[in-house]
């Protein structure tokens, strides 16, 4: 993702029918490699989940993509019979990137 903040149903929705339809349609997978839960009560929980996308669509002048990996947080709250989801936030890791400037001509480089 590039920052945006989805505030209702029909802007999430959209937003994940083009990635499925036009990025992620084939072959990808979102594997889970490290799920990590604290229980902040009886009802509620902070989930962060380190995961890995292979498969997605190569775009220009890419013609093999490499795997993704991302990290979601979500803040999930239990209602009778199950957990449901408040929020969730994806950040794609960057491998050998630890941080990013923007730079004099307010261009975001990646700083390691």
Request: aromatic share 8%; hydrophobic share 35%.
């Amino acid at each position: 993702m590039t920052g945006f903040w989805w505030h209702d149903r029909e802007s999430i929705r959209k937003a994940h029918a083009y990635g499925l339809e036009h990025i992620f349609e084939r072959c990808s997978t979102l594997h889970l490699v490290r799920v990590k839960v604290k229980r902040l009560s009886d009802d509620i929980a902070r989930v962060h989940v380190r995961m890995r996308l292979p498969g997605q669509i190569p775009v220009g002048e890419v013609n093999t993509s490499q795997n993704r990996q991302n990290i979601f947080s979500f803040v999930v709250h239990r209602v009778p019979e199950r957990w449901c989801c408040a929020s969730a936030h994806n950040t794609d890791v960057v491998p050998r990137i630890e941080t990013n400037i923007m730079d004099n001509e307010g261009r975001f480089r990646s700083v390691y």
